[in-house]
């Protein structure tokens, strides 16, 4: 460590590693980076009873709050706090203005390439996109075929993942434009932050996101039907079983609408409708955090009780706004993904501010062919899943694993696509008594109606385990308050 | 407000009041344990699971304590203390977005009072501290439910689970002491019917009470009376009835499209008939019926709500 530095942060180090991977806080010389100097002297001062204390009751805080999510696939203590770092990840205004600026021209170029897919196919015919990619996603609803959505807004609410690489660059890994969650961690985590750090908090000069729900309001309110002035808006939530369960009600609380499950709902003449103690009131907009194959029954999944009958065709008639619009997963499709800078390129004229992360289409042969004989370099994803399930990583794998993909890819080589091992950034998180680098995403919300809204900031996912590349909650993940600094 | 919704907090409310009742029977019970004489404990047991409204798997057994922690903890046994405030969270937790944080915070913390594993130790050791340790719980989550939530139809709702769920389980609790009120005692065992008075009394926290109004002289027909048909006291049947009306009033007054007549007339029935009865009259004619159609007004009560606010046809209501 350089000189000037006072000795107690040396020793709030240890024998903190660093290596190839960008460290969030620390030059590769181990010199602390000028805008974590004034948290890593506050870190360094704090007795360690005192670090431990703020570490419990940030932990209290969130288990009276009821913030869990639950994990699937096991019977019992399904309901868990979403485990939380007590060191904010700061993010400088020169970084954020390059994430905000790439986030809005791809937002844009996504929802433009969604109407045109959706109508004249231009992209399409012109050969930029190929057409068999778009047709054999499984996410493609042809019953959008020619159907208006309001504003031409098809992705109203995004959580995009971004990562960042060795050389200092975001680069986005996916961009979650079905459902995306998350928002209500970020916003519990500032609460909490603001609690434990209040003069740290302070002295930093954050910006603010807690306006989010009222940004996330505003913009369904903008998207409501026409005649429509007093839109009756709500959450539909899958219920009380889902893993956001919290964030739904956490949402409908702050911007105080109703939280409807399906069974809550009812159409008749096209108009939806929910039952309440004062008999039927008319829905014009409804934000769903339920899938396009659980929406209707009558439309999709036929065997699925978590969406509402007659919704569709109530949507179709334009009685009803239902956002994300359906088929938007199509623009999710992790082939589809590698096409975004052409999207961009093709619909905006502008080369991609946030580049993709290295993708290989294992439809192609050559492709193909490479990543079967790298499986154990690469991590191998299906394309229509999301929150790290369907994944392989190669470094981690076991050879018996590979088999089972190199088989799965064989027989279906559109259902994969691989990306290299990537060595993203690392954030010191507090383990036990002192810190210790963990591997680090960002997702920041973006929002769509009458404007694009992005609150700065965003949730910092960790991969608590040491040594670990998946952030996913539902796989050991926790997370981080992330300070986007004036 | 959506039906669902009204449907989570008026069983969230009720649980909790069940929960409350359990709670405050098994402790006079424990209590009335304490001295020698009067009945056995088998049928004190007996007497205290009719008084629950014989809920199943509480048989007698031959241990007390083992019974009393069954009751309390054995959360497979729907008539469980925990099996309640599971239920009442559970309710709370679908409606997450409609109850303030401080009333969730605080049922969630008594949840995990409940569950920590050194509860059912302190149980043991004393058993009455951790009862009145949950009955603070439910009081503290009651006092918040009513200095922090808008006092509109949920909280009505609340209020109606509430006293529904109070109404039905008093009338149970008089239903099965009463018989032995009345039964002749000579003067030895005078103590000890002294001390079941005061435990029916205190079962429904009316002991002192009762005292204000009546003095601490203890008689049959007074209790029964307080209990009964007092105006003023929050848990005599009288004054929950009474706010089973105000609470279905205020809900229609809010809402106001359909009237549920035929809630009105029950309710409005049930409140006549107990403000219009004198206690001779009861004791006079059959007091077991009395009780029993208390009850069952109260079950019709319940059904009629679920008619009118939950389970309505959409045809009914889009014809409206």
């Not at chain 1, 290596?19 to 002297?41: I, Q, T």
């Not at chain 1, 791809?106 to 012109?126: G, P, Q, S, W």
């Not at chain 1, 385990?465 to 308050?481: I, T």
């Amino acid at each position: 460590m350089s000189a000037g530095h006072p000795a107690e942060v040396e020793t709030l180090f240890g024998d903190y590693p660093l290596d190839r991977a960008f460290d969030e806080m620390r030059e590769p010389g181990g010199e602390v980076r000028p805008h974590y100097r004034a948290l890593a002297e506050t870190l360094a001062r704090l007795p360690q009873e005192e670090l431990q204390r703020c570490k419990q009751s940030a932990e209290l805080s969130f288990l009276t709050q009821g913030i869990t999510f639950t994990v699937y696939g096991r019977e019992e203590g399904t309901e868990r706090i979403f485990p939380y770092d007590l060191l904010p990840r700061l993010v400088t205004a020169q970084e954020w203005d390059r994430i905000e600026r790439g986030l809005i021209q791809r937002i844009t170029a996504l929802n433009l390439f969604l109407r045109d897919v959706y109508f004249e196919a231009k992209i399409l015919n012109d050969r930029v996109v190929p057409r068999e990619l778009v047709y054999s996603c499984k996410h493609y609803r042809r019953q959008m075929r020619g159907l208006s959505v309001p504003r031409n807004v098809y992705i109203a609410v995004v959580g995009s993942d971004l990562l960042r690489l060795n050389s200092g660059e975001f680069v986005v890994l996916e961009d979650n434009l079905r459902v995306p969650s998350g928002v209500s961690y970020m916003l519990t985590n500032r609460r909490v932050m603001k609690r434990t750090f209040p003069q740290l908090f302070h002295s930093y000069g954050v910006r603010p996101i807690e306006h989010y729900p009222q940004l996330l309001l505003a913009t369904l309110r903008s998207l409501a039907p026409e005649g429509r002035p007093e839109p009756n808006i709500v959450l539909l939530t899958p219920g009380v079983f889902n893993s956001a369960y919290f964030e739904h009600t956490y949402l409908a609380r702050q911007m105080g609408i109703d939280l409807v499950e399906g069974r809550d709902l009812v159409t008749h003449d096209n108009i939806v409708y929910m039952r309440t103690t004062d008999g039927l009131k008319r829905v014009d907009v409804i934000y769903r955090r339920v899938d396009d194959d659980f929406s209707d029954p009558l439309i999709f999944r036929a065997d699925s009780a978590l969406g509402c009958s007659g919704l569709f065709n109530a949507y179709r008639a334009g009685n009803v706004t239902v956002t994300n619009a359906f088929g938007t997963g199509l623009a999710d499709d992790k082939a589809l993904y590698a096409y975004v800078p052409r999207i961009i390129r093709y619909y905006l004229g502008e080369d991609a501010i946030l580049p993709n992360v290295e993708t290989f289409l294992l439809t192609e042969e050559r492709e193909r062919r490479h990543v079967l004989a790298n499986l154990d370099k690469l991590v191998v994803k299906a394309v229509g899943e999301s929150g790290g399930y369907g994944m392989l990583i190669g470094p981690h794998s076991t050879a018996r694993q590979r088999e089972e993909f190199a088989r799965q890819i064989e027989a279906n080589p559109r259902n994969y696509i691989a990306q290299p091992t990537l060595d993203f950034s690392r954030a010191p998180c507090l383990i036990g008594d002192h810190l210790e680098p963990r591997h680090v995403d960002l997702r920041p919300y973006i929002l769509f109606g009458d404007k694009v809204n992005i609150v700065p900031g965003g949730l910092t996912r960790v991969a608590l385990e040491k040594g670990s590349l998946v952030v996913n909650s539902s796989q050991g993940g926790g997370s981080k308050d992330t300070w986007v600094l004036e | 407000m959506l039906s669902r919704v009204a449907d989570s907090l008026y069983w969230m409310s009720r649980y909790l009041e069940r929960a409350e009742n359990t709670v405050r029977q098994l402790d006079v019970t424990m209590s009335l344990m304490l001295d020698p004489g009067g009945a056995s404990a088998e049928s004190r047991w007996h007497r205290l699971v009719a008084a629950l409204g014989k809920p199943a798997g509480l048989e007698w057994e031959g241990d007390l304590e083992a019974m009393a922690e069954r009751l309390i903890f054995d959360s497979a046994n729907h008539a469980s203390v925990t099996y309640c405030l599971n239920a009442a969270r559970e309710n709370a937790r679908q409606v997450r977005e409609e109850i303030s944080t401080e009333q969730w915070q605080r049922l969630n913390r008594l949840y995990h009072q409940m569950h920590s594993p050194h509860a059912p130790t302190q149980a043991r050791s004393n058993i009455s501290d951790s009862l009145s340790a949950v009955v603070d719980g439910i009081h503290l989550f009651k006092g918040v439910s009513d200095t922090t939530m808008i006092h509109g139809q949920g909280w009505q709702f609340i209020r109606l689970g509430r006293y529904l769920e109070r109404a039905y389980a008093t009338a149970t609790l008089l239903e099965v002491y009463q018989p032995e009120l009345f039964i002749e005692t000579d003067r030895e065992q005078f103590g000890y019917q002294y001390l079941e008075q005061v435990g029916l009394l205190r079962c429904c926290t009316a002991f002192e009470a009762y005292c204000q109004v009546y003095t601490a002289d203890l008689s049959p027909d007074r209790i029964l009376e307080f209990l009964l048909l007092n105006r003023d006291f929050p848990h005599a049947i009288r004054y929950t009835v009474e706010c089973i009306r105000l609470a279905v009033d205020s809900i229609q007054r809010t809402g106001g499209r359909r009237s549920p007549d035929e809630l009105t007339a029950v309710i409005g029935r049930l409140h006549a008939m107990l403000g219009y009865t004198t206690i001779g009259e009861i004791l006079a004619g059959d007091t077991a019926a009395f009780l029993h159609t208390i009850r069952e007004q109260c079950m019709r009560v319940h059904e009629l709500i679920y008619r009118y606010y939950v389970h309505y046809s959409i045809q009914s209501a889009l014809a409206i």
